[in-house]
T-cell receptor, first 112, second 112 residues
C-alpha cells in the first residue's frame, strides 16, 4: 500500500483566510482524490486531482472555493479559500486504483 | 443517487462477544463495496473490497459478506483493539468513475 503524508496535520484559521493542504505519496499514482469529513457525517468526495489537467469537482464543490493543483504523480494540494466556520472539517487525501483506495492521515481544520 | 446506510450507529460489546455490522446500499450498478476501519484522529484504513453477491473476505477476526442489497461485517471474538469506527462505501459502475460514496459508520467499542 502507498504511504501518504499530509501537511499540516491540523490548523486553526480565521474566517476569510485561505489554507493550502499538501498531500505527498511515496510512489507514483494515477488517481488522487480529496475528501471532506465533517463532524458526525460521512466522507464526501470534493474532487479528483488530475495530473496535467484541471481537477474534476463533485456536485456542490467549485474550483473557486477549493482550488486543486497536481503538478506530478506524487503530489497534490487543496486550498480552502475564503474560509468560514462551516469549513471546519477533516480534509483527507486518497490515492489508489479502482479496486483499492488508501487514505492519508487527514488535516483537521478549525475556522473561527 | 447512490446511498449507503450503516447500522447500528454505535455498538458496545464485551470482549469475546461476536456480532455483525450492517451496510445497506442503493446504487445504479455496483462495481465494488469497500470496508474501512477508522481510529480516532486517523485516516480510514482499507480492509476489504467485495465485488459480487455471495462473495466473502476475511482478515483476522473480521469477515465481510455481500448480497445484492447489503453487506455485513462480522466480528468474531473481538478484542479491545478492534474498537474503532467501521465505514462502508460503494463504488458505482461507469467509465472513469472511481468515486466512493460512504456511510456514516458504526462506532464499535469492545469492553475488556
Amino acid at each position: 500500500s502507498a504511504v501518504i503524508s499530509q501537511k499540516p496535520s491540523r490548523d486553526i484559521c480565521q474566517r476569510g483566510t485561505s489554507l493550502t493542504i499538501q498531500c505527498q505519496v511515496d510512489s507514483q499514482v494515477t488517481m488522487m482524490f480529496w475528501y471532506r469529513q465533517q463532524p458526525g457525517q460521512s466522507l464526501t468526495l470534493i474532487a479528483t486531482a488530475n495530473q496535467g489537467s484541471e481537477a474534476t469537482y463533485e456536485s456542490g464543490f467549485v474550483i473557486d472555493k477549493f482550488p486543486i493543483s497536481r503538478p506530478n504523480l506524487t503530489f497534490s494540494t487543496l486550498t480552502v479559500s475564503n474560509m468560514s466556520p462551516e469549513d471546519s472539517s477533516i480534509y483527507l487525501c486518497s490515492v489508489g486504483t479502482r479496486e483499492t483506495q488508501y487514505f492519508g492521515p487527514g488535516t483537521r481544520l478549525l475556522v473561527l | 443517487e447512490d446511498q449507503v446506510t450503516q447500522s447500528p450507529e454505535a455498538l458496545r460489546l464485551q470482549e469475546g462477544e461476536s456480532s455483525s455490522l450492517n451496510c445497506s446500499y442503493t446504487v445504479s450498478g455496483l462495481r465494488g463495496l469497500f470496508w474501512y476501519r477508522q481510529d480516532p484522529g486517523k485516516g480510514p484504513e482499507f480492509l476489504f473490497t467485495l465485488y459480487s453477491a455471495g462473495e466473502e473476505k476475511e482478515k483476522e477476526r473480521l469477515k465481510a459478506t455481500l448480497t445484492k442489497k447489503e453487506s455485513f461485517l462480522h466480528i468474531t471474538a473481538p478484542k479491545p483493539e478492534d474498537s474503532a469506527t467501521y465505514l462502508c462505501a460503494v463504488q458505482a459502475l461507469g467509465f472513469g468513475n472511481e468515486k466512493l460514496t460512504f456511510g456514516t459508520g458504526t462506532r464499535l467499542t469492545i469492553i475488556p
